[in-house]
């Protein structure tokens, strides 16, 4: 059962940008975090942007500068802005939102973004 709808994945030149987004069921409320990780084959599922109830923000090392996480709580959706994209960027990219009060998480169904040099 998918309960976030992702769109917005493609392929880009490096340099290029790409948006995703995602969008919670407006029955998933009290999301607390929400943002993205993504994987590689070869890898272990990391955070890439997180936004979290209380209008923090985290992002992973090798993307702060160039990713700009943004969040809609009416819509109950996020985006992730994707600038200055680089080969290494490369990836299956999953949006993710956890709630508060609530143990489950939820995860989208995963979207392709593929960076050629």
């Known amino acids: 059962q998918v309960q976030l709808v992702e769109s917005g994945g493609g392929s880009v030149q490096a340099g290029g940008s790409l948006t995703l987004s995602c969008a919670a069921p407006r029955s998933l409320f009290s999301i607390n975090e929400f943002g993205w990780f993504r994987q590689t084959p070869g890898s272990q599922r990391e955070m890439v942007a997180v936004?979290?109830?209380?209008?923090?923000?985290n992002y992973a090392d090798s993307v702060k500068g160039r990713f700009t996480i943004s969040r809609d709580f009416t819509e109950n959706t996020v985006t992730l802005q994707m600038d200055s994209l680089q080969p290494g960027d490369t990836a299956v990219y999953y949006c993710?939102?956890?709630?508060?009060?609530?143990?489950?998480?939820?995860w989208g169904q995963g979207t392709q973004v593929t960076v050629s040099a």
């Open positions: 993710y939102a956890s709630r508060w009060h609530y143990p489950d998480v939820y």
């Open positions: 936004y979290n109830s209380g209008g923090m923000t």
